[in-house]
């Protein structure tokens, strides 16, 4: 197995950066560079996911873990690979600590996870930062997609 974590903290509420997540993984919010999700049934355990990165091809996922406000992670499988991809949110004394973690499991994750995972998570810690923006958005009432350049 390969894995890796990206941890960064926010002044918001865990609700507040819950909200964010599901509305991003439910399809209704985006910005720029944040992959497109389109749920297939509720947002809930077993619910399968297409999932389109920014400028790539559509995968399937599949919704593996949902706790409110504290846990959102989905997996996803190529061929003998298993990648698993888990938001865990922490309350803290000023806010809110996420913790973006990749695992890459399977036959060949000791060979393909140093290669395909700092590739998919390179952006890990933008991603997080546009996650924050876009729930401190929600909180002030403004809309939470950013407007494009357009």
């Known amino acids: 197995m390969w894995s890796t974590d990206y941890t960064a903290e926010t002044s918001l509420s ?17 910005y720029d560079g944040a992959d497109e999700f389109v749920l297939h049934g509720p947002f809930a355990v077993g619910t399968h996911v297409s999932v389109t990165p920014d400028g790539q091809e559509t995968f399937e996922s599949t919704i593996i ?10 997996e996803t499988v190529f061929g003998d690979l298993t990648l698993t991809f888990r938001h865990t949110l922490v309350p803290t004394g000023t806010g809110t600590s996420v913790t973006h973690r990749l695992e890459i499991d399977g036959a060949s994750a000791d060979e393909i996870g140093p290669e395909l995972g700092p ?14 923006d876009a729930a401190a958005r929600l909180v002030d009432g403004e809309a939470a997609t950013e407007p494009s350049d357009a």
């Open 65 to 74: 873990d949902v706790v409110e406000n504290t846990t959102y992670a989905d």
């Open 119 to 132: 590739q998919i998570s390179g952006d890990f810690a933008e991603s997080m930062q546009a996650l924050f």
């Open 14 to 30: 865990p609700a507040d950066v819950w909200a964010a997540l599901r509305a991003l993984h439910e399809g209704e919010l985006t």
